[in-house]
C-alpha cells in the first residue's frame, strides 16, 4: 500500500523549534519530488515547501522561509520539516504529500499531489 | 504570486442535483490545476489534474474544464459522499497556491 506518515508534532511554546518527519512506503521514494502542505484549523491549504528527487531545488513559502527547512533521506524513504522560531499563527496539521508529474500520449501535462499522508498536528501556544 | 478565488465559497445542494465550481487564477496558468476533494478530519484527495483529467479512481460524474484562468469542477449528479470541501490548486509556478476551498453541504 502506498502511504505517507508523518510523526512529531505536538505542543511547542511560541519561539521554539519542532522537527516534522514522514516516513514512504509502497513506493520508490527517491523517484518523487515532495511537499509539505498545512491547514490552520477550520481554515484552508497552504502549501509550504517543495524538494526535487536529488533535494538540489528547494522553494518555500514567504511563511516558511528563513525559519522552516525542508529536507529528506532517500536512503531512509524519508522527509522532514525543521521549524524553527515557531509562531501562534503556525499551529495547524502539517501534511507530507508526494508531487506526481503525469503525462498523455503528448508529454508532460503538469503535477499533482496525488498521495498525501494523514498529518500530524502542531500546536504553538504558551 | 498567483492567487486563486472560488465560487461559490459555500453551496448547498441536494443528492441527484448537478453542481459546479469556478476557479478563477489572477494570471494566465494554461492548464496547469488541480482539483481536490476534502472530507472533515481527513487529508485532501486529488480529483483532477491538468485541468481535466480524471485521477485514477475517481468517479466519472466529476469533470474539470478551462484553461488560462477560469476553470470549472463540475458534478453531474450529487452523491451522499459527495458531500465535503473542494479546492483547487494552480501548479504553474512557485508558490504552490491553493483556492480558499468551496465547501458543499447537504440541502
Known amino acids: 500500500e502506498v502511504q505517507l506518515v508523518e510523526s512529531g508534532g505536538g505542543l511547542v511554546q511560541p519561539g521554539g523549534s519542532l522537527s516534522l518527519s514522514c516516513v514512504a512506503s509502497g513506493f520508490t521514494f527517491s523517484s518523487y519530488s515532495m511537499t509539505w502542505v498545512r491547514q490552520a484549523p477550520g481554515k484552508g491549504l497552504e502549501w509550504l515547501s517543495y524538494?526535487?528527487?536529488?533535494?538540489?531545488?528547494?522553494y518555500y513559502a514567504d511563511s516558511a522561509k528563513g525559519r522552516f527547512i525542508v529536507s529528506r533521506d532517500n536512503a531512509k524513504n524519508s522527509l522532514y520539516l525543521q521549524m524553527n522560531s515557531l509562531r501562534v499563527e503556525d499551529t495547524a496539521v502539517y501534511y507530507c504529500?508526494?508531487?506526481?508529474?503525469?503525462?498523455?500520449?503528448?508529454?508532460?501535462?503538469?503535477?499533482?499531489?496525488?498521495?498525501w499522508g494523514q498529518g500530524t498536528l502542531v500546536t504553538v501556544s504558551s | 504570486d498567483i492567487q486563486l478565488t472560488q465560487s461559490p465559497s459555500f453551496l448547498s445542494a441536494s443528492v441527484g442535483d448537478r453542481v459546479t465550481i469556478t476557479c478563477r487564477a489572477s494570471q494566465g496558468i494554461k492548464s496547469y490545476l488541480a482539483w481536490y476533494q476534502q472530507k472533515p478530519g481527513k487529508a485532501p484527495n486529488l480529483l483532477i489534474y491538468a485541468a481535466s483529467t480524471l485521477h485514477s479512481g475517481v468517479p466519472s460524474r466529476f469533470s474539470g474544464s478551462g484553461s488560462g484562468t477560469e476553470f470549472t469542477l463540475t458534478i453531474s449528479s450529487l452523491q451522499p459522499e459527495d458531500f465535503a470541501t473542494y479546492y483547487c490548486?494552480?501548479?504553474?509556478?512557485?508558490?504552490?497556491?491553493f483556492g480558499p476551498g468551496t465547501k458543499v453541504d447537504i440541502k
Open positions: 490548486q494552480q501548479l504553474n509556478s512557485y508558490p504552490r497556491t
Open positions: 504529500v508526494r508531487d506526481e508529474d503525469f503525462y498523455d500520449s503528448s508529454g508532460s501535462v503538469g503535477d499533482a499531489f496525488d498521495i
Open positions: 524538494i526535487s528527487i536529488s533535494s538540489a531545488i528547494i
